[in-house]
């Protein structure tokens, strides 16, 4: 039987789909530090669209997704994923990178790492460790990311306090501007 198909330059799934949601400007309440510039944007605008293929949601099977996270900036910080932990937080993820240049923020226990997301990088999410894609980049930015089917998303657990770092542009770059509590 034929195989489902990525193309690896697009992180485009060219068969075997699937389900695909996009997240909206106006999804994102109080994500975004600068909340002006957040309600300036259109609540249509897309912010990333992510596609996935099926599996059965039981224990021992695997998701797999590509996220294709677009560029831009709300202020002067750039687009990202909502983030999360994984509702079983034991569970564990990989992202490996397609296309694009971007970052992938890891926490872990109120710790940050930030990882360069680029075509080819292969990224281990350990158990435990909140997740989040950003675009500082100046095109879409995608990544194929393989999880458990069990591991379920908690997004609640980061509404308070969030990241402990924000992506705000810089000149023609990009800084990490560390968040006080
Ligand atoms: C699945 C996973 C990704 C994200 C996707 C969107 O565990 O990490 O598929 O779900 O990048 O990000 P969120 O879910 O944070 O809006
Ligand atoms: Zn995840």
Redesign the pocket.
Known sequence: RMPRQIDLASGQFTAGVLHEHT?TVGMLTGLFADQAAWQALPAGTPL?T?A?LPAPQQEGEL?S?V?HLYPGRVGREFYM????F?QRREQA?Y?FGLRGRGLLLLQQAGQCVLEPLFPGSVHYIPPFTA???INPGSGTLS?L?V?PAT?G?D?QALQAQGFGVRIMADGDGWQAEVQHA
Not at 81 to 84: E, L, S
Request: glycine residues 8%; positive net charge; charged residues 15%.
């Open positions: 997240t990333y992510v996935i998701l997704g996220t994923t909502r983030g999360h994984h993820e992202y997740h989040r894609l990544a990311a999880w591991a998303h997004y």
